[in-house]
């Protein structure tokens, strides 16, 4: 009966996923065809002699999903397969030879598929830069802007992702929640057993994190340092970014990056960050001689990447601790390696094997959450430089069964211009 019905459930999701591609195939390619001679460059204005001078530019993808219920990561919409369209403005501009401002501009359905099934418009990124310092590529960056951690973030757009979901660090939810804390150790190690709470759980990073703040860069030869300091931690929810609505309410979180490129093939990043991760409204559940700040999220990580001719390799592996209230650490290895290779000028393949694993907390002898491997599998082509479509399976496991969906399809059309 068990193989019956899971012969069944992948039946429907594979009707549901081939309902969907139609669409995401066909009327990206219709709107491309009658607006390319339109759109082909980006806008750009500026005086007659350069500057002042100012660019704006699209970023447009619809992408269908059709996973396994309740759907793993961060997809919000449980009601099986659904469509998650988004468009993004965005403006560059330039004034003098050292300072220039971006802004980009989101309309779709949230930061996440299926956050806000009414439609969502936010900012998703608004700063100034100044380059202080040629010789050494200072630069100054203030607002709010992705996060310096990591190697996948510098390639978290859907137009250079080769695959559709983000790495396992990047979006598969914790049980480490922000608003509502455990009573014990026994009630937190249980949450193994639940599927994940998407209002009150976090990953290891959220996305780019795209939080508030400030940072200064510089390089010298084969060297690079970023330093920035944000608002939020890495794996805050999107809610908790913007300083203009939320403030800062709790203690900065400090974060670096240290980038090696040996040869022109080979980065090696070493990555750092540590800053209070629950928001100032759980005061209020802290015994009274405690605070937020007394609880911090400390990551750290080490990226690679080779790329050469049609192949590209990157990989990551990052330890992070939770400072968990009533429970003490909770520490975690999460890890991915993923490779894309060209096999003709249009098409690519592309997988991506991704592993965490979630150590004891004092006080109980099993972990404090299900370990967990997926395979990522994909096929991409691009039809021009203005449109490409991508096509992904996704296959997870936990130890000790799944209280997750384990399959998930999906498929993208990107149109820039």
């Known amino acids: 009966m068990r193989t019956v019905a899971l012969r069944d459930s992948t039946r429907r999701l594979q009707r549901r996923f081939l309902g969907l591609m139609l669409s995401i195939t066909v009327v990206p390619a219709a709107f491309a065809d009658a607006w390319r ?11 007659e002699d350069g500057d002042p001078w100012a660019q704006l530019s699209m970023l447009a993808d619809l992408t269908a999903y059709a996973p396994d219920e309740p759907p793993p990561g961060l ?62 590529r200072v630069q100054l960056r203030v607002g709010k802007f992705a996060t310096a951690f990591g190697g996948w973030v510098s390639r978290h757009r859907t137009s250079d992702n080769p695959l559709i979901s983000a790495p396992v660090p990047y979006e598969d939810m914790t049980a480490v929640a922000d608003d509502v804390l455990p009573g014990s150790v026994a009630g937190f190690v249980n949450r ?27 390089g010298f030869g084969d060297f690079d340092l970023v330093i920035e300091v944000k608002n939020a931690a890495i794996s805050s929810r999107p809610e908790t970014w913007d300083a203009l609505e939320e403030g800062f309410t709790t203690d900065p979180t400090f974060t670096g990056r240290f980038a090696w490129h040996p ?26 001689d405690q605070g937020v700040n007394d609880y911090a999220q400390t990551t750290t990580a080490l990226d690679l990447t080779f790329e050469r001719r049609q192949l590209q390799l990157w990989a990551e592996v990052m ?40 150590d004891e907390v004092e006080g109980s002898t099993r972990s404090w959450d299900r370990h967990l491997t997926r395979i990522d599998i994909g096929v991409g082509f691009r039809q021009d430089a203005n449109l490409l479509f991508k096509l992904e399976y996704n296959r997870g496991q936990q130890s000790g069964g799944n209280v997750n969906g384990r399959d998930q399809l999906a498929v ?4 820039t211009f």
């Open 263 to 288: 040869t022109p093939e080979w980065t090696l990043g070493l990555s750092h960050s540590r800053g209070p991760y629950l928001p100032d409204a759980t005061q209020r559940l802290l015994p009274a």
């Open 412 to 415: 993208q059309a990107v149109l």
């Open 319 to 358: 330890r992070s601790t939770f400072e968990v209230p009533r429970v003490g650490d909770a520490d975690l290895v999460t890890a991915f390696v993923e490779v894309r290779y060209k096999v003709a000028p249009r098409w690519w393949l592309a997988g991506r094997w991704n592993r965490t694993m979630f």
């Open 75 to 136: 997809l919000f919409d449980a009601d099986g397969s659904f469509v998650h369209p988004r468009i993004g403005l965005l403006l560059d501009a330039g004034l003098g030879p050292r300072l220039t401002g971006h802004l980009q501009l989101q309309i779709d359905r949230g930061f996440d598929p299926g956050e806000k099934r009414r439609g969502d418009v936010r900012f998703d990124e608004y700063y100034l830069q100044a380059n202080v310092i040629d010789a050494a």
């Open 37 to 47: 001679d339109v759109f082909k460059q980006p806008l750009v204005v500026q005086a």
């Open 192 to 218: 193994r057993n639940l599927s994940e709470n998407k209002l009150s759980w976090l990953p290891v990073v959220w996305g780019p994190s795209y939080a508030t703040g400030a940072s200064v860069s510089g």
